[in-house]
Nanobody
C-alpha cells in the first residue's frame, strides 16, 4: 500500500513563507513525476508545481517566481518552498506522485491559510 504523508501547512501572514513536505512510503515502482496541487473552496483543483525524476520543474502561472519545488529521490520526498504568500494562496495542498506505470497517488491534503 502506498502512502503519501504531507506536513508543513498552517497559518501564515501575507508575505510570509511556508515549506511543505511530502514523503512517499510503501511498495511503489519507480516514481516519475512528483507534484503539488491545491484546491480552494468552491474552486477546482489546480496544479501548483511538478518535478520530474531528473529534476525538471514546471509551475502554475500564479506561483511562478514565488514557489520552488524540489525532491530528494533517495528519501522519496518532495518539497514545496512557498515565499511571498498571498491570501489567494489559501487552499488545501495535495501531494501527488506518479509511478513508472503511470499510476497516480495522492496525499490526504494539508491546509495552508494566508491571513493577517
Amino acid at each position: 500500500q502506498v502512502q503519501l504523508v504531507e506536513s508543513g501547512g498552517g497559518l501564515v501572514q501575507p508575505g510570509g513563507s511556508l515549506r511543505l513536505s511530502c514523503a512517499v512510503s510503501g511498495t511503489i515502482f519507480r516514481i516519475n513525476d512528483m507534484g503539488w496541487y491545491r484546491q480552494a473552496p468552491g474552486k477546482q483543483r489546480e496544479l501548483v508545481a511538478v518535478i520530474s525524476s531528473a529534476g525538471l520543474a514546471n509551475y502554475g502561472d500564479s506561483v511562478k517566481g514565488r514557489f520552488t519545488i524540489s525532491r530528494d529521490n533517495a528519501k522519496n520526498t518532495v518539497y514545496l518552498q512557498m515565499n511571498s504568500l498571498k491570501p489567494e494562496d489559501t487552499a488545501v495542498y495535495y501531494c501527488n506522485a506518479r509511478d513508472s506505470r503511470s499510476r497516480a497517488f495522492w496525499g490526504q491534503g494539508t491546509q495552508v491559510t494566508v491571513s493577517s
